[in-house]
Nanobody, 121 residues
Framework: QVQLVESGGGLVQAGGSLRLSCAVS????????MGWYRQAPGKQRELVAS???????SYGDSLKGRFTISRDNAKNTVYLQMNSLQPEDTAVYYC???????????????WGQGTQVTVSS
């Protein structure tokens, strides 16, 4: 069984920074793309950033430049460095990974439980 555990969320003032981490554990043969999504109250879940196993990144609209995604393949961990945070960044942030548990398995999308990020004005 595969588990994603996020950490690093919390309360921060506008202009501040936070670093989120997401560790993948359990049966892991290979991890493809990893990413971060967020969902604010009353809004749909949206992509924040994603990173392939080779290190190619993509970002949601207007987030590149403030947010940076990275990963440590040896630790099966993905990070999200968030700078210059604004109140509109307030949301639950979810980690996502495309995981192949074994040689005989196919890849499947797995989600973390989410971590709250609150930015006060």
């Amino acid at each position: 069984q595969v588990q994603l555990v996020e950490s690093g969320g919390g309360l921060v003032q506008a202009g501040g920074s936070l670093r989120l981490s997401c560790a993948v554990s359990g049966n892991i043969f290979r991890i493809n793309t990893m990413g971060w999504y967020r969902q604010a109250p009353g809004k749909q879940r949206e992509l924040v950033a994603s990173i392939t196993s080779g290190g190619s990144t993509s970002y949601g609209d207007s987030l590149k430049g403030r947010f940076t995604i990275s990963r440590d393949n040896a630790k099966n961990t993905v990070y999200l460095q968030m700078n210059s945070l604004q109140p509109e960044d307030t949301a639950v942030y979810y980690c996502n990974a495309d995981v192949r548990p074994s040689f005989l398995s196919s890849f499947s999308q797995t989600w973390g439980q989410g971590t709250q990020v609150t930015v006060s004005s």
